[in-house]
Structure formats: structure tokens, C-alpha cells
């Protein structure tokens, strides 16, 4: 006699669904929770699994009444809208359907984040911005290089000339302001002159480095948190493009925190993930590293939200609005992505790498 299928292993493909889908009993209680709704709402599946689903809604009773109108045969299916509460973000807005199936007591409850599409087309548009804009420095730093040379040799020459104490001091603003731009030119041009050096890379080795040079930056005033999923396997890359990456994010964010860090109360999250089934970059991965860089402070100004991965944008006065449009460009040569969400107390950076 064939012994029956456990339950984990009757729902294990639905492990391969990138929406999410919980298996419940007619009074709400979670039998299986797949990987995708594990991730959304932010907690392990054994934390979900035997607990009440419609107390992870913010109005329950709806989903309570889905769940008796199912397993009372009043219909197939049925599809409502709804908001899903999660441990550390907001409540997630998701189209809820609610399916019987060829079993007794169980019931499928399928969540399709309603801000999934929006966030695609948001993700093309970033990678299409990110291309434009890497073309578009380097086109322009190549236009400034060449002049600017003559300008800084013109006037060393003419220094040369000039015997007059107060002219000379002309002179050596032009050639000040000279290095100046070529610094920034330098530095516009500097990720595609670098060749990519690829060897592999552990994300904590990453993490720890940026946290010490952060902690050595401002030793006073500013906890920086760790919270690593140590599972997360090495994958290939070019570690110290990558520490350039998170180093810009995070120095970015301490710069947000001055008035907090002389307060005495900035915090800095370095926090690691791994994200199943997840679509970025235009494809589909089964694996991806999730790599969140968080702060407690202002936030982006609404002014630039939209713009804070274009070069020369700053929401500081005296920012260079580099060190963004660097780390989009280092993360895009690993097929990444650098994703945003800011509210004024919290502001969430987040890297997403394809793993092998």
C-alpha cells in the first residue's frame, strides 16, 4: 500500500510560485506556507505554519468569512483586495483569492502583491536610467577632459608670465579649480577604466569592511547593526567594487544622520537576505542576494526621490551626487540592482545580486 504524502511534500512545488500561497484549514489555521509568502511578510514559514491567517490581514474577518463561505461549498473561488501585515515593512496591499481544493478541510489562498507590475516597470525604468546615464558620463567626462587640459596648461604658462603677486592668485584659482573638475572627471570615468577583477565574494566580508571604515568615520554617536543570514552562499563578483557600493550607500546615510549622530541616537542596519523566486533586471532568478542598508534618519527629500540615482543629484548641500550613481553602476556590472524605499525615519537601501 502506497503511504500517503506527508503535507510539506504534497505542497512542496508550490515552493517554485513567485506569488504568494498559504494552505489553510477551514478555520484559518496555516498548514504550509511557501517561500514566496515566507519572504513577503518577513518571518520563517515555522513562525507562520500552525498560526492563525487571518490575523496576518488587517481586517480579518473578511478572509474568516472567505474561508466559511469555501469550506460550506457557497462558491469555487472568490477574489477580494486586502492588505497583509508584515514584521518590518508596511502592510503589503495583495489581491486575495481563495480557492477550494479536491480535499476536505484545506483550502488555498493565493496573494498577488498589487504593487508587483508598478514595481517592474519601476525596476526597467532604473536599468534603462542606469545605461543612459553611464553613456551619458562618460561621453560628457571625455568632453570635459581634453579642454580642461589646456585650460590648466594656459595658465600655468601664464603664471609663468606674470610677475605681479595679486594676478598670480588668479592664476592658481584657475589651476585649483582645474584639479578640481579633473578629480570629478577622474572619478566619472573611474568604473570604466577599472577592469572588473572577478573572484568570489562573501557578502559579510563586505558588510564587516564598510563597517569598520563607517565605525572609524564616526566612532561616536552612531550603533551599526548586524543582522546576517549566514546561510547565504559566496558567489562570483569583484569584491572591491561591491565595497565601493555599500561604502557609498552607507557613508551617504551617515551624512543623513548628522543631527542624529550628534544626538547620540543614529542607527546604521546592515541586514542579509535571500529572495526566492524574485524578477529583476528584466529576468527571473531563482536565488538572489537581498543586502539592505537602513537608517533612522530624515530621509530623501521628495524633491530628488526619483532622481537619487542620477549623476550630480544631491540632497547635501556640497554632495558631489556621485556616490549613488557609482554604486547603481557597480551593482548593474554584478546584474544587480539598487533599489530605494525612504520615509522620513527610516530609509532602506536595497542591493539585489543574482546567486548562483
Not at 72 to 100: G, M, S
Request: glycine content about 6%; hydrophobic content about 40%; aromatic content about 6%.
Amino acid at each position: 500500500m502506497t503511504k500517503p504524502l506527508a503535507p510539506h511534500a504534497r505542497f512542496q512545488s508550490f515552493d517554485l510560485l513567485a506569488t504568494l500561497v498559504a494552505v489553510v484549514k477551514a478555520d484559518g489555521t496555516v498548514l504550509f506556507a511557501n517561500a514566496a509568502l515566507e519572504d513577503a511578510m518577513g518571518t520563517s514559514r515555522r513562525t507562520i505554519e500552525g498560526s492563525s491567517f487571518p490575523s496576518c490581514f488587517t481586517e480579518p474577518q473578511t478572509l474568516r468569512n472567505a474561508l466559511e463561505g469555501a469550506d460550506t461549498n457557497e462558491f469555487a473561488a472568490l477574489r477580494y483586495d486586502a492588505w497583509l501585515n508584515r514584521l518590518t515593512h508596511e502592510p503589503l496591499p495583495v489581491h486575495v483569492i481563495v480557492a477550494q481544493t479536491d480535499r476536505a478541510g484545506e483550502i488555498i489562498v493565493e496573494l498577488l502583491p498589487l504593487e508587483a507590475q508598478s514595481k517592474q516597470d519601476r525596476e526597467e525604468r532604473l536599468i534603462d536610467q542606469a545605461q543612459a546615464n553611464k553613456e551619458l558620463i562618460r561621453n560628457l567626462a571625455h568632453e570635459i577632459k581634453n579642454p580642461l587640459g589646456g585650460i590648466r596648461g594656459a595658465a600655468q604658462l601664464l603664471q609663468m608670465e606674470i610677475e605681479s603677486k595679486d594676478l598670480i592668485e588668479y592664476t592658481q584659482v584657475i589651476i585649483h579649480e582645474a584639479d578640481r573638475l579633473q578629480t570629478l572627471v577622474d572619478r566619472l570615468l573611474a568604473p570604466h577604466r577599472r577592469p572588473h577583477v572577478v573572484g568570489d565574494v562573501n557578502i559579510h566580508e563586505v558588510c564587516e569592511r564598510v563597517r569598520s571604515l563607517i565605525m572609524a568615520e564616526f566612532p561616536r554617536g552612531l550603533k551599526v547593526a548586524r543582522e546576517y543570514d549566514t546561510s547565504i552562499p559566496e558567489f562570483r563578483g569583484d569584491r572591491e567594487q561591491l565595497i565601493q557600493a555599500v561604502l557609498n550607500i552607507a557613508h551617504n546615510a551617515c551624512q543623513a544622520l548628522a543631527e542624529r549622530i550628534n544626538a547620540g541616537d543614529a542607527q546604521l542596519v546592515f541586514r542579509t537576505r535571500i529572495a526566492r523566486q524574485v524578477t529583476f533586471g528584466k529576468q527571473r532568478y531563482r536565488l538572489a542576494l537581498e543586502l539592505h542598508v537602513i537608517d533612522n534618519g530624515p530621509g530623501v527629500p521628495d524633491s530628488i526621490k526619483d532622481r537619487i540615482f542620477y549623476p550630480l543629484v544631491s540632497g547635501r548641500e556640497g554632495g558631489s551626487g556621485l556616490g549613488l550613481t557609482l554604486a547603481q553602476t557597480f551593482v548593474q556590472q554584478h546584474h544587480g540592482l539598487i533599489e530605494c524605499d525612504s520615509v522620513p525615519g527610516r530609509t532602506d537601501f536595497k542591493i539585489l545580486i543574482p546567486l548562483p
